[in-house]
């Protein structure tokens, strides 16, 4: 298996415009989660999917932001209309459900880092 | 409020030499904690899982300890490699409303000199 993975890598682009990020979560797992990563305040948890349901959007962090996973092997996180601040690295892992309910081990792709000028 | 707190922020040590990465949390209710390493560019991998009934799990040069009570974890890594440099993120997952939520600390990141 290829691992998660996550398309474009870098993404540079103008504020206002709107950003689309793409996640291939590793084939049989059942959760998806989006994070983001900033050199202040390190990795957040955006949202989490589980059998393509989305569990918990706490993490999102406004109505600009908006995630979908259409089928088990796809998710995408839009950012529109993009800000400047929104500049970070954003990082989709995947997980299984383990015995008793708890998610086995979560594994990362390689993270989309997104530059808004 | 669920919280992970790391220490040191930073960490720089001389190949060879060993060292002791800490991990506080105030995440409720407990179900397991890990510990990830993130190399510059690329994403978290697992090194360490442990549940509430386990206080010490190894990976190779990488030992954590847990100690449920005090709500306290360690990742000692020994005889440190030029490759151990990387951030050290210690994540903490509870059970809310029957979903799997982590709470990640901020990480350490360690620099090994050669």
């Known amino acids: 298996d290829a691992g998660v993975i996550q398309s474009p890598r870098h993404e540079v682009t103008e504020m206002g415009q709107e950003v689309t990020l793409r996640c291939k979560p590793i084939?049989?797992?059942?959760?998806l989660f989006w994070y983001r990563q900033t050199m202040m305040r390190g990795l957040e948890l955006l949202i989490y999917?589980?059998?393509?349901?989305?569990?918990?959007d706490s993490g999102m962090p406004e109505d600009r932001f908006s995630a979908k996973m259409p089928n088990a092997s796809f998710s995408t996180l839009k950012i529109q209309p993009s800000e400047p601040r929104d500049s970070a690295v954003y990082f989709c892992?995947?997980?299984?459900?383990?015995?008793?309910?708890?998610?086995?081990?979560?594994?990362f792709g390689q993270g989309t880092r997104l530059t808004v000028v | 409020k669920n919280q992970v707190e790391q220490s040191p922020q930073s960490l720089i040590i001389l190949e060879g030499k060993n060292c002791t990465l800490q991990?506080?949390?105030?995440?409720?209710?407990?179900?397991?904690l890990r510990w990830y390493k993130q190399d510059t560019g690329r994403g978290p991998v697992s090194l360490t899982i442990?549940?509430?009934?386990?206080n010490t799990k190894s990976n190779g040069r990488y030992t954590a300890t847990l100690d449920a009570d005090t709500k306290q974890s360690s990742l000692h890594i020994t005889a440190s490699q030029l490759s151990d440099s990387a951030s050290y993120i210690c994540?903490?997952?509870?059970?809310?409303?029957?979903?799997?939520?982590?709470?990640f600390g901020r990480g350490t990141s360690l620099i090994v000199h050669p």
């Open positions: 892992a995947s997980s299984s459900e383990g015995q008793g309910g708890l998610n086995t081990e979560a594994f």
């Open positions: 084939s049989g797992h059942n959760s």
């Open positions: 999917f589980n059998n393509n349901v989305p569990i918990d």
């Open positions: 991990c506080n949390y105030t995440v409720s209710p407990f179900s397991n």
């Open positions: 442990m549940t509430f009934s386990e």
């Open positions: 994540v903490v997952s509870t059970l809310s409303g029957g979903s799997y939520i982590p709470t």
